[in-house]
């Protein structure tokens, strides 16, 4: 009986003589090697080389080589958002092509522990973390100064002393905001978290767009509702029942929109017709909501790639070009939940009992 024909491994000198260089040039175009000099034809052709052979870059053997694991962490708040799984594919492609692994968890929502990466750290042989904190911000933020590997910060900021990668969500919320207001509305509210480093940033870019438009800020118009359907649901019946009920929201993220486009339904009130709404974050959610979601997009899956290249950098020693970037939203996309106000005075909406 013939034995079965076992796949030939590529190794990454099938990789060099396809693309006509040396093992070398490629180990060091997947390292990203920032002192390597070559053409950008050339780094195509072997990238060009890698997909066509299907070359699997080996990372325990070059962490052996290199005293490393050659294995990342990221640590987000939970893995049920429609934001955290798009940056985690932008990690792992990036933590792919420089021949790491990336092992990724969640701090469990309700019960997360603060003090999760130096678990992490204690549990399994990791070079470096990426860390989105939670509920417990200020905690972990104090905790992860204390570590001894490695960390970038994913759309969170400490200090210019520990790296980070954030969304400039504060002129998101702005650009937003002044959209509404180019339609028409004045009394505007803002529905979702207002602590910890998310929410502060988008109530600045939500008040920045107030001032420039001249109209005041209105305390009774900011709900501090989290980051959950159940907070948008509370929140918007909350407003609702305001003497002056706003004409137009803004959410802090399509999952708080969701909840508030549901109690506005069970309310009777229409979209856009009654009530404008927008979300600062944008995905396949507010996209099929009904109506559809007004929203600010962000490149979240740039935002995992640029964080996981930074933290490869410092872990095989490259000094980074500058602490942090901040990376800006990509465009306001107009959909069906915003229009211009009604014309009429609307009637006050009592919340359903």
């Given at each position: 009986m013939?034995?079965?024909h ?8 099938d990789?060099a003589?396809a693309a006509?260089v ?5 180990s060091r ?7 390597l000099?070559v ?8 990238q060009?080389?890698i ?5 699997i870059p080996?990372?325990q053997a070059?962490g ?5 694991s050659?294995t990342?962490?990221?640590?987000v708040?939970e893995?049920n ?16 092509e420089r ?5 990724v968890g ?5 019960e997360?522990?603060?003090?999760v990466?130096a678990?992490l750290l ?6 470096g ?5 939670g509920?417990h911000?200020?905690q972990?933020?104090q ?8 960390f970038?910060l994913?759309?969170r900021?400490?200090?210019?002393a520990h790296?980070?990668?954030t969304?400039d ?11 509404l ?5 004045q009394r505007i509210?803002?529905l979702g978290?207002v602590?910890?480093?998310v929410?502060e940033?988008?109530?600045a870019g939500?008040?920045d ?7 005041p ?8 509702a989290?980051?959950y359907?159940?907070?948008?649901e ?5 407003l609702?029942a305001l ?10 993220n399509?999952i708080?929109a969701a ?11 229409r ?8 979300s600062?974050?944008?995905?396949m ?5 009904t109506?559809s979601l ?5 490149p979240?899956?740039r935002?995992?790639y ?5 933290l490869v950098?410092?872990v095989?020693?490259r ?5 942090g970037?901040?990376l800006p939203?990509?465009a306001i996309?107009?959909r069906?939940?915003?229009?211009a106000p ?8 009592v919340?359903?009992r």
């Amino acid at each position: 009986m013939t034995a079965p024909h076992k796949p030939k491994t590529v190794k990454i000198v099938d990789v060099a003589r396809a693309a006509n260089v040396s093992p070398a040039v490629v180990s060091r175009i997947l390292s990203n090697d920032g002192k390597l000099v070559v053409r950008d034809d050339t780094r195509a052709r072997v990238q060009q080389a890698i997909e066509a052979l299907g070359y699997i870059p080996n990372p325990q053997a070059r962490g052996l080589r290199l005293s490393r694991s050659n294995t990342l962490a990221m640590i987000v708040p939970e893995l049920n958002s429609p934001v955290f799984p798009v940056i985690i594919q932008g990690a792992q492609r990036a933590a792919w092509e420089r021949g790491y692994s990336l092992l990724v968890g969640g701090m469990g929502g309700e019960e997360e522990d603060p003090k999760v990466a130096a678990r992490l750290l204690r549990s399994n042989r990791i070079d470096g973390l990426l860390v989105t904190t939670g509920r417990h911000e200020a905690q972990m933020l104090q905790e992860l100064k204390t570590l001894s590997a490695p960390f970038v910060l994913v759309n969170r900021y400490l200090d210019d002393a520990h790296p980070y990668a954030t969304l400039d969500e504060r002129a998101a919320a702005d650009a937003l905001t002044r959209h509404l207001i180019s339609l028409g509305h004045q009394r505007i509210a803002f529905l979702g978290g207002v602590h910890r480093t998310v929410g502060e940033r988008r109530v600045a870019g939500y008040a920045d767009a107030l001032q420039q438009a001249g109209l005041p800020w209105r305390q009774e118009l900011v709900i501090d509702a989290g980051y959950y359907k159940h907070g948008g649901e509370t929140g918007l019946r909350q407003l609702m029942a305001l003497d002056e009920p706003p004409t137009a929201i803004l959410a802090t993220n399509e999952i708080v929109a969701a909840g508030a486009m549901a109690s506005a339904h069970a309310l009777g009130l229409r979209m856009p017709q009654d009530l404008s709404l927008a979300s600062l974050s944008d995905g396949m959610v507010a996209e099929l909501l009904t109506p559809s979601l007004t929203a600010a997009r962000f490149p979240l899956d740039r935002l995992g790639y640029q964080a996981t290249s930074m933290l490869v950098d410092i872990v095989e020693g490259r000094p980074l070009e500058q602490p942090g970037l901040q990376l800006p939203h990509e465009a306001i996309i107009p959909r069906q939940s915003t229009g211009a106000p009604s014309a009429r005075r609307r009637r006050r909406a009592v919340p359903a009992r």
